[in-house]
């Protein structure tokens, strides 16, 4: 009963948290961190999936912006969205082009593999032992609805549900109160 009580408490919290938000929109910065590799140019992508994922840099400071990019660099990975530990969102990658962010996957349930092509990437930075933030979080729901308003998403899914065993993504994410966060926005917007 205790647990259930917190989780509805939390629910509650981080909704009103969303609430505020939509009275003072997010802006996203889409120029500032534009990376030049991990993606393609592409044009007309029928886009239908959002695949949440974290990151962080293996040295120094684990939550620096640029040291993530630094790594991706490294990797020739990208995504088209990251969102900082105080809930900035930096697009990194044009919605239009295809981002080197899913690798090897499979939507579960279907045939569709590879799905960097029909997919918009989001990365949060958190490490595996510290969980987002609350404007993390925030910035998340907004950005996911704000997409939902531009294409027909079907599917939004965590790194490790379209490459199981290979990836373990997104760490310390409560799954089940960001749906239930995602599910309240939508009846907000």
Not at 51 to 63: G, R
Not at 94 to 112: I, M, Q, W, Y
Not at 120 to 136: A, K, L, S, W
């Amino acid at each position: 009963m205790r647990k259930k009580v917190l989780f509805l408490l939390m629910i509650f919290s981080v909704a009103l948290s969303a609430q505020i938000k939509k009275t003072t929109p997010l802006t996203i910065d889409d120029m500032t961190d534009r990376i030049t590799y991990g993606y393609r140019e592409a044009n007309n992508r029928k886009i239908d999936i959002i695949v949440i994922h974290s990151t962080y840099y293996v040295n120094a400071d684990s939550f620096s912006v640029q040291g993530v990019l630094k790594q991706f660099k490294q990797y020739g990975v990208g995504a088209h969205y990251i969102i900082d530990r105080d809930g900035n969102i930096r697009m990194m990658v044009k919605e239009k082009d295809v981002a080197f962010h899913a690798g090897k996957s499979e939507l579960p349930g279907t045939n569709r593999r590879m799905l960097n092509t029909n997919s918009i990437g989001i990365e949060i930075i958190n490490t595996p032992t510290t969980p987002p933030t609350d404007q993390q979080m925030e910035s998340l729901i907004y950005l996911v609805q704000d997409i939902k308003k531009r294409y027909p998403i079907q599917y939004v899914v965590r790194h490790s549900d379209i490459a199981p065993g290979r990836k373990t993504d997104p760490w310390c994410f409560n799954w089940a109160v960001f749906n239930q966060m995602l599910e309240y926005s939508q009846s907000e917007f």
